[in-house]
């Protein structure tokens, strides 16, 4: 596996793609040169009905045939953030036995009993690790305490998560499971997490070219994996719960970092507001793909030129358990939030902002940000 030190190496990181494309084909050498470009718009996803997150083939930036297309490609991926928020990734090369491996001893985890479980529970927003319980967290867009929790006490959450950090951190531990409760679980998503940070990694050199930053901009300020492997697991559920007004399997709400990587299983129910129109429209699971959005800082970074797009969980098409009520099935999924470094100043990149366009925020810390923002959102 590729770490930050073999990030020459790319194509060996490749070779375990399932794609026979991006396998056979030779990573070139970086050869970007900013060039200063006006930002262009596409027009046909600003009606709710041709509304899409576009799909983009990862495979050619990675592996490129030509470095016109790799540049091509961040040009798409960049275009796609502008005005969606969220793109889907396809031959993104983390293999479909990874991911099956990650939601099996997600699964295992959950199932445990509920006293082991609580053992582990999530207490500090400056640790953001542990076990967090239905009813804990409240994700919504709102910043006022008693908004919060009214929200929660009203119309928590349906879901359980598992948050897991870097696990070298000096200050703050990982609150694993003992290894005989929940074998391979450890390593499972020690492996995952390095392999989704390498995954950030090149994104953000993807962005760096679609911004018209240097390739390597963003390298020295999210090398130090100050991010958030969130586990998450939705239960089976009344739909006529589901429906109530402002109940959600995960309540509107926009992600705090750099980019989220998501992985869902075949259920369905994510749903991404049209930025537009502001009607949610469905995101629903494409096979083989990752989809990946935007987070509040990554748009405070550009100065709102990449957008940090509102999206939610909530009921999927139901299974009928007689002829008045529905079931919503149970449904996993597996959240990566990508983070800069903790240290690192967020302030507006520097092809963000001129005469025209200044910048709209202040410089903010990555630490101070997510931590003020998880405090308010969860009970603890
Ligand atoms: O479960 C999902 O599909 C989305 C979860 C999510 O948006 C989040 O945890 O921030
Ligand atoms: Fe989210």
């Known amino acids: 596996m590729m770490n930050c ?153 349906s879901k359980e998560t598992m948050e897991i950090g870097r696990d070298w951190d000096s200050t703050w531990k990982n609150k694993w499971p003992k290894e005989q409760g929940c074998p391979g679980f450890k390593s499972t998503m020690l492996e995952f997490f390095q392999t989704c940070h390498e995954l950030h990694f090149q994104i953000m050199r993807s962005i760096a070219i679609g911004l018209d930053l240097q390739e390597t901009f963003f390298d020295d300020k999210i090398h130090e994996q100050y991010h958030n492997l969130r586990l998450l697991s939705y239960p089976a559920i009344k739909t006529e719960i589901l429906r109530k007004e402002g109940q959600a399997r995960a309540g509107a709400h926009s992600d705090y970092g750099t980019l989220t990587l998501l992985f869902q299983d075949s259920v369905g129910g994510l749903e991404v507001q049209n930025p537009h129109t502001q009607q949610f429209q469905p995101a629903a699971p494409v096979p083989g793909t990752i989809v990946v959005n935007v987070g509040d800082l990554l748009s405070r970074w550009s100065n709102d030129i990449l957008r940090s797009t509102l999206h939610r969980v909530v009921a999927p098409p139901a299974t009928k358990i007689n002829d008045r009520e529905q079931m919503t099935p149970k449904r996993q999924s597996i959240a990566f939030f990508c983070n800069p470094n903790g240290g690192a100043l967020v302030d507006c990149l520097p092809s963000c902002h001129d005469s025209s366009r200044t910048k709209k925020y202040a410089p903010v810390t990555t630490e101070q940000y997510i931590v003020q923002r998880l405090s308010e959102t969860y009970n603890y």
């Not at 490609?73 to 796609?80: G, K, L, Q, S």
């Not at 293999?95 to 999530?122: I, N, Y």
Request: proline residues 5%; positive net charge.
């Open 5 to 157: 030190s073999s990030r020459g190496k790319l194509s060996s990181f490749f070779r375990t793609s399932s794609s026979s494309r991006s396998a056979c084909r030779q990573y070139i050498i970086p050869s970007h040169q900013p060039v200063r470009r006006l930002a262009s718009l596409a027009q046909d996803v600003r009606s709710d009905s041709t509304f899409r997150i576009p799909i983009v083939d990862f495979g050619r930036f990675m592996s490129p045939n030509s470095p016109r297309e790799r540049e091509d490609t961040a040009n798409e991926i960049v275009a796609a953030f502008k005005e969606v928020g969220f793109v889907y990734l396809s031959n993104h090369g983390i293999s479909k036995s990874t991911t099956d491996q990650v939601f099996e001893r997600s699964a295992a985890f959950f199932g445990m009993p509920m006293d082991v479980k609580s053992k582990l529970a999530w207490d500090d927003p400056r640790s953001n690790r542990g076990y967090v319980e239905q009813g804990k967290e409240r994700v919504t867009q709102s910043s006022d305490a008693a908004e919060i929790a009214e929200l929660r006490a009203k119309a928590p959450d």
